[in-house]
């Protein structure tokens, strides 16, 4: 029996559009459904984070989901959302980014399930690619009007002049069609009667629901249509973007460390919002979370559990825990013991930002004297009265342990056998790099 997917949907702030109908059918049986993914790189950042999740509640629901990468559509480009056109990518970029793709959604749902309703995995370059010019105008281009074409948000605003737009080209205008054509194909070999995505593609999804009525001449062809908002900040900034760039779901292009605190830096209003959008907690435990942050919004519990439940997600527990213990090491009790058990990386992310200098090894060999460490060595500060000052007034931590004029730095101050960290005071952090 199916749940009350939609429903679940809904309390979490995930519908936006919804063809009527739709709702019906989903409580009725199990239905096929299936998203998009444009390969315009060879991963996922976290505005795919929403659709992947949605066909992990559709699954979780008893419903069988289907993750289409977009092999042939990304030759041409969505122009939905976009003020002008984009830039082709070659074959063998698209071919990377195609398998980078589906690498990252092989993590969220198991193509290799034997279930009933098991996740299918598709390209749509696989349908498209021996589909001639001329058979795909016959056969497709004559279903739909150049009318109803127009008449879609993403073609007007194109055609309208707002925003320095100079028009459409034949390539982009054709994306409606073929995206539709995806939507009849998967109706026809996997009995899928539903498509989502954002609310941005409420016109491609149109079109499909509509082609596959138009193809299927003299038969009853249910096809059905829901979007879920595009994720916004409260404070109207883009969603997803660091200053970094973008967060993105593989560990090698966003750190774990970085990617956990994204999630932890979100404030009040967002990670009430998001707390419904990207965990899969129950009503019960988000509204007592709510509460509870109300009473006691200084210690932060829904940004920690949201950061939590996300990193481990795309992730792993294990990862969550390593990102968590290097958030806190910064104001641990045995920090010096504490910070050696992190890996460089994780080492150089906490301390991104901070400036660095660096001294050769043999600087150490026979101790280096805190004032050269402090201002000849390094400029760090800006002369050796002041170091000899900031010494004086106790100011001056090693690895976050007060020292003397006196103290000798040597290789036993070294973390990863690289790294020594100075602060002057509570706000100025600096890491001597040893080469």
Same mark, same amino acid.
């Given at each position: 029996?199916?749940?009350?997917?939609?429903?679940?949907?809904?309390?979490?702030?995930?519908?936006?559009?919804?063809?009527?109908?739709?709702? $019906?059918?989903?409580?009725?049986?199990?239905?096929?459904?299936?998203?998009?993914?444009?390969?315009?790189?060879?991963?996922?950042?976290?505005?795919?984070?929403?659709?992947?999740?949605?066909?992990?509640?559709?699954?979780?629901?008893?419903?069988?989901?289907?993750?289409?990468?977009?092999?042939?559509?990304?030759?041409?480009?969505?122009?939905?959302?976009?003020?002008?056109?984009?830039?082709?990518?070659? $074959?063998?970029?698209?071919?990377?980014?195609?398998?980078?793709?589906?690498?990252?959604?092989?993590?969220?749902?198991? &193509?290799?399930?034997?279930?009933?309703?098991?996740?299918?995995?598709?390209?749509?370059?696989?349908?498209?690619?021996?589909?001639?010019?001329?058979?795909?105008?016959?056969?497709?281009?004559?279903?739909?009007?150049?009318?109803?074409?127009?008449?879609?948000?993403?073609?007007?605003?194109?055609?309208?002049? $707002?925003?320095?737009?100079?028009?459409?080209?034949?390539?982009?205008?054709?994306?409606?069609?073929?995206?539709?054509?995806?939507?009849?194909?998967?109706? %026809?070999?996997?009995?899928?009667?539903?498509?989502?995505?954002?609310?941005?593609?409420?016109?491609?999804?149109?079109?499909?629901?509509?082609?596959?009525?138009?193809?299927?001449?003299?038969?009853?062809?249910?096809? &059905?249509?829901?979007?879920?908002?595009?994720?916004?900040?409260?404070?109207?900034? %883009?969603?997803?973007?660091?200053?970094?760039?973008?967060?993105?779901?593989?560990?090698?292009?966003?750190?774990?460390?970085?990617?956990?605190?994204?999630?932890?830096?979100?404030?009040?209003?967002?990670?009430?919002?998001?707390? %419904?959008?990207?965990?899969?907690?129950?009503?019960?435990?988000?509204?007592?979370?709510?509460?509870?942050?109300?009473?006691?919004?200084?210690?932060?519990?829904?940004?920690?559990?949201?950061?939590?439940?996300?990193?481990?997600?795309?992730?792993? %527990?294990?990862?969550? $825990?390593?990102?968590?213990?290097?958030?806190?090491?910064?104001?641990?009790?045995?920090?010096?013991?504490?910070?050696?058990?992190?890996?460089?990386?994780?080492?150089?992310?906490?301390?991104?930002?901070?400036?660095?200098?660096?001294?050769?090894?043999?600087?150490?060999?026979?101790?280096?004297?805190?004032?050269?460490?402090?201002?000849?060595?390094?400029?760090?500060?800006?002369?050796?009265?002041?170091?000899?000052?900031?010494?004086?007034?106790?100011?001056?931590?090693?690895?976050?342990?007060?020292?003397?004029?006196?103290?000798?730095?040597?290789?036993?101050?070294?973390?990863?056998?690289?790294?020594?960290?100075?602060?002057?005071?509570?706000?100025?952090?600096?890491?001597?790099?040893?080469?």
């Amino acid at each position: 029996m199916t749940n009350k997917f939609v429903e679940e949907l809904r309390w979490r702030g995930m519908v936006h559009d919804i063809m009527p109908g739709t709702e $019906e059918q989903l409580n009725k049986e199990s239905t096929t459904a299936y998203i998009g993914f444009d390969p315009t790189s060879d991963s996922l950042h976290i505005g795919s984070l929403v659709p992947i999740i949605l066909l992990v509640h559709l699954k979780k629901a008893g419903h069988k989901p289907i993750a289409l990468v977009g092999g042939a559509t990304g030759m041409i480009g969505d122009p939905s959302g976009k003020s002008d056109e984009r830039n082709l990518l070659d $074959e063998e970029t698209l071919n990377k980014n195609v398998q980078g793709i589906k690498n990252v959604l092989s993590r969220f749902l198991d &193509f290799d399930s034997k279930e009933e309703n098991a996740p299918v995995l598709v390209n749509n370059y696989d349908w498209m690619k021996n589909f001639s010019f001329i058979d795909f105008a016959r056969d497709v281009g004559k279903r739909i009007t150049v009318n109803y074409m127009m008449a879609k948000d993403s073609v007007k605003k194109r055609f309208s002049g $707002e925003e320095g737009n100079v028009g459409m080209s034949f390539t982009e205008f054709t994306y409606q069609l073929i995206q539709g054509y995806d939507f009849y194909h998967l109706h %026809k070999h996997y009995n899928c009667l539903l498509q989502m995505g954002g609310s941005d593609q409420w016109g491609n999804i149109t079109t499909g629901t509509e082609l596959v009525r138009r193809m299927n001449v003299g038969k009853e062809a249910k096809a &059905f249509a829901m979007t879920c908002p595009l994720i916004t900040k409260a404070d109207g900034s %883009k969603f997803g973007k660091s200053e970094g760039g973008n967060i993105w779901l593989d560990a090698d292009k966003t750190s774990v460390y970085k990617f956990y605190q994204f999630w932890l830096n979100t404030s009040d209003e967002d990670a009430e919002k998001y707390i %419904k959008i990207f965990t899969f907690l129950d009503k019960e435990t988000i509204e007592a979370l709510v509460a509870e942050h109300k009473q006691m919004p200084h210690m932060r519990l829904l940004q920690k559990r949201l950061a939590e439940e996300v990193t481990t997600f795309v992730h792993s %527990k294990a990862d969550f $825990e390593n990102a968590e213990k290097a958030s806190n090491i910064l104001f641990s009790k045995s920090f010096k013991d504490d910070i050696k058990t992190l890996d460089e990386k994780t080492f150089l992310d906490v301390f991104e930002g901070v400036p660095q200098a660096e001294i050769p090894q043999t600087d150490l060999n026979e101790g280096l004297d805190m004032i050269a460490a402090l201002s000849a060595k390094t400029n760090f500060l800006a002369s050796n009265s002041e170091a000899r000052r900031a010494l004086k007034e106790n100011a001056v931590s090693v690895n976050k342990e007060k020292v003397t004029e006196d103290y000798q730095l040597t290789a036993n101050d070294l973390i990863n056998n690289k790294y020594i960290i100075l602060n002057k005071g509570k706000k100025n952090t600096y890491i001597i790099k040893v080469i």
